[in-house]
C-alpha cells in the first residue's frame, strides 16, 4: 500500500493549487475571507469526491493499462508538476499533467488508445469555451435579473455574499467530484484500492493540500485577468460549477483551471476586451502547455530507470521526488 502515497501527493498537490479556482475571484473581490474559504472549499471537495467520484474514475484505465508500480511513478510524477507550477503562482491543469505522464511512459511501449486519448483532449478544448459562454450568458441574464431589481446598495451586497457562498460550495463540490480521479484514478484502475476507497483518500488529501499550500494561487485567477467586483466574481464561480459538473457527468475529469479562466475572460469579453490582461493570460496558457510536457517528461525520466535499475529503484525515486518538492517549498 505504500504506492498510495503518489496519489497522496497528488491530491495535497491538486488541491492547494485548485482551491483557487473556487473563491479566488470573491476573496479577491473582498466578499470572502480567506480562511472561510479554504474551510467551505475543503468540506465541499471532500463530499463531491465521495458523492460523485466514482464516476470519472474509469477514463485513465481506458486510456493505458496501468500496473500499480506504474501508477505511483505517475502520481509522483504528476505531482512534481503541479507542485512546481504551484510554486511560480501559475493555474495549472492536473488531468493534463496526469495525461502528460501516461503518455511519457508509454512513449516506450505500445498501450495507448488514441480513440480516449482524442475523447479527453476535445474535452480539454471544450471546457474553457463552455464556461467563457456560460459566464457571458450569465452576466447578460443576471445582470437584469439581480442588478437592475434590487435597487439598495446593502441589500445588493448581501444577496451578492449569500450568492457567492452557495455558487462556492457547488463549484468546490464540482471540483472534487471531477477531480478526485486525477488523483487515485489510476489506483483504482489498477486494482490497488476499491473505488470508494479510491474517492475517500482522494478527497482527503485534495481537502489537505487546500488547507495547507493554497495562497500562492488565490490572486493571480482573482484578480490577475479581469478586475472582478462582486456581482461578476459570483457569475464566474458558477460559470465554473456549472461546467464541471457536466463534464463530471459525461465521466471525463477537466481541468477547474481551465473552467475559471474561461469563465474571467468571459467576464472580460462582456466588459470589453481591453480589461483583459494578456499578459497573465498568456502566463496561464503557458502553463498549460508546459503542464502536460514536464509531466510527460518525468514520467518516461522515471520509466527509463526503471527499466535499467528495476524495481528497486521506486523507493529512490520517490525519496528524490520528496527531496526535490521540500527544496521547493523551503525557498
Request: proline content about 2%; charged content about 10%.
Amino acid at each position: 500500500m505504500w504506492r498510495i502515497l503518489g496519489g497522496l501527493f497528488l491530491g495535497w498537490s491538486l488541491g492547494a493549487n485548485h482551491s483557487a479556482n473556487i473563491f479566488g475571484t470573491a476573496v479577491a473581490s473582498g466578499l470572502v475571507r480567506f480562511s472561510h474559504a479554504l474551510w467551505l472549499t475543503a468540506i465541499y471537495v471532500l463530499l463531491g469526491a465521495v458523492m460523485e467520484g466514482v464516476k470519472c474514475m474509469s477514463t485513465y484505465g481506458k486510456l493505458a493499462f496501468v500496473h500499480p508500480d506504474t501508477a505511483f511513478l505517475l502520481t509522483i510524477s504528476t505531482a512534481v508538476t503541479m507542485t512546481v507550477l504551484t510554486r511560480a503562482g501559475i493555474p495549472a491543469s492536473t488531468s493534463q499533467a496526469l495525461v502528460g505522464a501516461i503518455l511519457g511512459w508509454s512513449f516506450l511501449e505500445t498501450s495507448l488508445d488514441y480513440s480516449q486519448l482524442a475523447k479527453i483532449v476535445l474535452c480539454w478544448t471544450l471546457t474553457p469555451v463552455t464556461s467563457l459562454i456560460c459566464s457571458a450568458s450569465l452576466h447578460r441574464a443576471f445582470a437584469k435579473l439581480i442588478v437592475e431589481r434590487i435597487a439598495s446598495f446593502s441589500a445588493r451586497n448581501r444577496f451578492y455574499f449569500v450568492a457567492v457562498l452557495l455558487t462556492g460550495c457547488y463549484a468546490a463540490y464540482g471540483l472534487g467530484a471531477n477531480s478526485v480521479a486525477n488523483v487515485t484514478g489510476v489506483y483504482v484502475t489498477s486494482g490497488l484500492v476499491s473505488t470508494q476507497a479510491g474517492a475517500l483518500i482522494g478527497g482527503l488529501s485534495m481537502a489537505l493540500g487546500v488547507l495547507t499550500y493554497s495562497g500562492r494561487v488565490m490572486m493571480t485567477v482573482g484578480k490577475g485577468i479581469v478586475p472582478l467586483d462582486p456581482f461578476s466574481a459570483m457569475v464566474v464561480v458558477f460559470a465554473e460549477a456549472a461546467t464541471l459538473h457536466l463534464f463530471t457527468q459525461l465521466g471525463v475529469p477537466v481541468s477547474s483551471s481551465q473552467a475559471v479562466v474561461g469563465a474571467v475572460v468571459g467576464i472580460g469579453f462582456v466588459k470589453g476586451l481591453e480589461t483583459i490582461n494578456r499578459r497573465v493570460v498568456l502566463k496561464i496558457g503557458f502553463g498549460w502547455v508546459v503542464t502536460p510536457l514536464c509531466a510527460g517528461v518525468l514520467a518516461l525520466v522515471a520509466h527509463t530507470l526503471l527499466m535499467l535499475a528495476g524495481a528497486a529503484s521506486l523507493a529512490s525515486l520517490f525519496a528524490k521526488a520528496l527531496a526535490l518538492v521540500s527544496l521547493l517549498n523551503l525557498r
